[in-house]
């Protein structure tokens, strides 16, 4: 399974941006995709995930109701709409498919 990450960006606090996570390969095997983010320095947090089938998603309680997890299964691509963004979601974001197989961070900065 090989991930890609992307959609990242500089905006403003407030703003909205859209990540995208697209899956390729053994994509039948996958189970959940989670995405993460990590600022330099810190410990990697997790954000939020959806199951692969698309019977659930959950979030870390610091972006719940600000952050939204979608799934399209004919493009095998997980979203992260992010919206409301403050300064302290500045991060490098990755997806990672059952915390195996990850992607390349793609930097998210929001300036105040």
């Known amino acids: 399974v090989q991930l890609q990450a992307s959609g990242g960006g500089l905006v403003q606090a407030g703003d909205s941006l859209r990540l995208s996570c697209a899956a390729s390969?053994?994509?039948?095997?996958?189970?959940?995709v989670g995405w993460h983010r990590q600022v330099q320095g810190k410990e990697r947090e997790f954000v939020g995930g959806v199951s692969w089938g698309g019977g659930g998603m959950w979030y870390a309680d610091s972006v719940k109701g600000r952050f939204t997890i979608s799934i399209d299964k004919v493009k095998n691509t997980v979203y992260l709409q992010m919206n409301s963004l403050k300064p302290e979601d500045t991060a490098v974001y990755y997806c990672?498919?059952?915390?195996?197989?990850w992607g390349q961070g793609t930097q998210v900065t929001v300036s105040s």
């Open positions: 990672a498919a059952d915390d195996a197989y």
């Open positions: 390969g053994r994509t039948s095997t996958i189970y959940a």
